[in-house]
């Protein structure tokens, strides 16, 4: 149906920057959302930001401003360009597919269900 593979992600010290990608494959000929999540250990899955089909982004306020979202629609791949990292973000970070957030879309995604998630990329930022 839709495969999701992360790639990027590591180690770098506090103030670095990484970027990660989440390449789509499958049927993705449709209108969809795609958004980021992390997990740290012992804390729940957060969200980190989201795209949706038409480019519009949303952020998590611990973020907003130090990363960036952004897509290749010709290589559907989804990109979470990470800047003045801080400890704090280190975590798993995963992509996933949404259910668009609008009502009306162009093309449907007649996905049984929009829970496609990658494998997880890991993050560490030391201090």
Not at 79 to 106: G, H
Not at 107 to 127: A, E, L, Y
Request: aromatic share 12%; glycine share 10%; with cysteine.
């Amino acid at each position: 149906e839709v495969e999701l593979v992360q790639s990027g992600g590591g180690s770098v010290q506090t103030g670095g920057s990484l970027k990660l990608s989440c390449a789509a494959s499958g049927y993705t000929y449709c209108s969809y959302d795609m958004s980021w999540y992390r997990q740290a250990p012992g804390k729940e899955r957060e969200f980190v930001s989201g795209i949706d089909y038409r480019g519009r982004t949303r952020y998590a306020d611990s973020v907003n401003g130090r990363f960036t979202i952004s897509e290749d629609s010709v290589s559907n791949t989804v990109y979470l360009e990470m800047n003045t990292l801080k400890p704090e973000d280190t975590a798993m970070y995963y992509c996933k597919t949404e259910r668009p957030r609008d009502s009306v879309v162009p093309v449907p995604c007649r996905w049984p269900s929009f829970d496609h998630w990658g494998q997880g990329t890991q993050v560490t930022v030391s201090s």
